[in-house]
């Protein structure tokens, strides 16, 4: 059976759409994070699959407990930054600061680093070399923070795996699935999209990319397995993007787990050296 991959990206509720609010930790809510990945760590064992979960260094530094869950499972740690802070907003050296930040973080709860990145909000600039560089001096081996979408991303970026340059290298561009349409990309890799459009356009996109011989990139939030947990005030749009649509994305994944075989990137990439002495 093909291999497709499949991604979380472990944050809080509060951690949508760059709202610029900031929140006390611990609050009653924030216990949510550890109930939400309990269920999404159980449904991945109860399918036998393995994932990619892109760490939010603030998270995993207030919940000791979630990184070594995570690893225990057989998954992959990656990272999804610090703070959840924009890399648009942020200067070259406040960047590598948030990688180096929850690479300490992870290193510490479970003795391995991460390898790969995750842009909150998929903020990082394609142009911006500098970000590259800094990510592939710093040991990762890929990327996955380039969606090819409108407003978040570009419509006519690369649907597929692709290298990047990354100052004396390269670094491996993983993006989220799309369908491909003749106007626009439509996102049902994930998001609103993934629990949006009908089931039968995000496996038939899924059948066609394994048809081509390439893994299929899905990503998720814990809290998108929680309809009950708490919601911000946002703007109508903004609103739709994060909760719209559908309460509990719980069944859809479960759909796809059980249509589908999901790995984690760095197996994708054949890449197996979790394990790092390098002291960071
Ligand atoms: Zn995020």
């Not at 802070?85 to 479970?110: G, H, K, S």
């Not at 990047?164 to 491996?172: F, K, L, M, Q, S």
Request: hydrophobic share 35%; charged share 25%; proline share 8%.
């Amino acid at each position: 059976m093909k291999r497709n991959i499949l991604t979380v990206d472990v944050e809080e509720w509060h951690h949508v759409c760059c709202c610029g609010k900031s929140f006390p930790y611990p609050s009653p809510e924030s216990q949510r994070v550890r109930r939400n990945l309990h269920k999404i760590l159980s449904l991945l064992e109860e399918h036998e699959q393995k994932a990619t979960f892109f760490m939010l260094g603030a998270v995993a530094e207030k919940n000791a407990d979630l990184a070594p869950m995570i690893v225990s499972g057989g998954h992959e740690i990656a990272s999804h930054g610090y703070s959840h802070r924009l890399v648009t907003e942020l200067t070259p050296e406040e960047f590598e600061e948030e990688l180096e930040a929850t690479e300490r973080i992870i290193l510490r709860q479970t003795g391995l680093r991460p390898f790969g990145y995750r842009a909150p909000q998929w903020s990082m600039p394609k142009s911006a070399e500098w970000a590259f560089a800094i990510l592939r001096d710093r040991g990762y081996y890929y990327d996955s923070s380039l969606n090819p979408l409108l407003f978040v991303g570009e419509n006519g970026w690369s649907c597929t795996p692709y290298d990047i340059p990354a100052g004396e290298g390269v670094i491996r561009e993983f993006p989220p699935m799309v369908t491909k349409n003749r106007l626009l990309n439509l996102p049902t890799g994930g998001g609103w999209g993934f629990r949006l459009f009908p089931m039968g356009i995000i496996c038939g996109t899924i059948d066609a990319i394994n048809r081509s011989g390439l893994p299929a990139m899905l990503y998720l939030h814990p809290r998108e397995v929680d309809p009950e947990g708490p919601r911000m005030e946002l703007p109508l749009i903004k609103r739709f993007v994060s909760y719209g649509t559908r309460d509990d994305l719980t069944p859809r994944l479960k759909t796809v787990l059980e249509k589908y075989h999901f790995t984690t990137v760095m197996e994708i990439m054949n890449i197996d050296g979790m394990h790092t002495d390098s002291g960071i």
